[in-house]
């Protein structure tokens, strides 16, 4: 289904299926031999999302042979290695001393309940109202104990969130670790500048940001989405990655933060894969990381 400018969604439709994916790998990738990860909710959340393809998967009942095996494991190391990059990014900001956390757009993110907070901090998630609800009723249905103070803000990313989220006790004068995680692919190029004024705005001194940012936002974008999302139409799942992105030049994330007061590092997403331990050859399926970078910022 193509985006429109106020589309809604759940966890099994558009741009929440591509969540319930992304923990599917995640699943995946915690029951490795050697994981890079540990999300035990992971497993249950896709579950309770109930999309028959993703539990399949799961359930190892999917044929990964040929082109699917290659793309379901593809999908698995990127997403451990993704996870494990912010991860990181939270651990470093909590022992520099940040108490304050936003997770943007958090989808089926666990971390509020998975890792090791420091006592006092308090982590603010942002998404879908039907997003929240959903798992935060799975998270209490499973048992499951935020490990800091949780507060959700249930919103569209299009909508006045910074006014929700101070509604709901944000401190914009103390610094806040911010991560932005697969989410700037599905904002128009306007929205992504937007999201990072706004964040600049609610930052004071200090605070500090993880995204990822796809320097090719062309015609080979699109033809990669199309095919992944091929490959997963002939084994059963019918969502088309190209629908839900959009399209257009796009500002460059390093410059715009930079010219914002942020001091920004940026990486090519091959050589974090190369810090953790997963080094992957310069193939047609690693195409995309090539012109991927990771990024962190802390503000001036």
Known sequence: MTRTDSDTWDLASSVGATATMVATARA???????PLISDP??????RA?????FINLLDGQIDLTGEVGTAAAMMTNLMAVRTKFFDDFFTSATAAGIRQAVILAAGLDSRAYRLDWPAGTVVYEIDQPEVIAAKTGTMAQIGATPTCERRTVAIDLREDWPAALRAVGFDS????????????IYLPPEAQDKLFD??????????RLATEFHTDHGAGMRERGAAMSERWRGA???LNLTDLWYQGDRTSVVEHLDASGWHTTARPRLEVFAE????????????????SLSVTAIKN
């Not at 995946?28 to 050697?34: F, G, N, S």
């Not at 909710?41 to 896709?46: F, R, S, T, W």
């Not at 004068?173 to 700037?184: D, F, M, R, V």
């Open 236 to 238: 059963g799942l019918d």
């Open 41 to 46: 909710y992971a497993d249950p959340l896709v």
């Open 173 to 184: 004068s103390a610094p806040t670790a911010w991560i932005a995680e697969g989410l700037l």
């Open 28 to 34: 995946l990738a915690t029951k490795e031999a050697e």
């Open 49 to 53: 999302v109930g999309v028959e393809f």
């Open 276 to 291: 953790y331990g997963r080094p992957l050859a310069e193939t047609e399926d690693t195409a995309a990381l090539r012109n």
């Open 198 to 207: 706004n964040i600049t705005a609610l930052s004071a001194p200090g605070s």
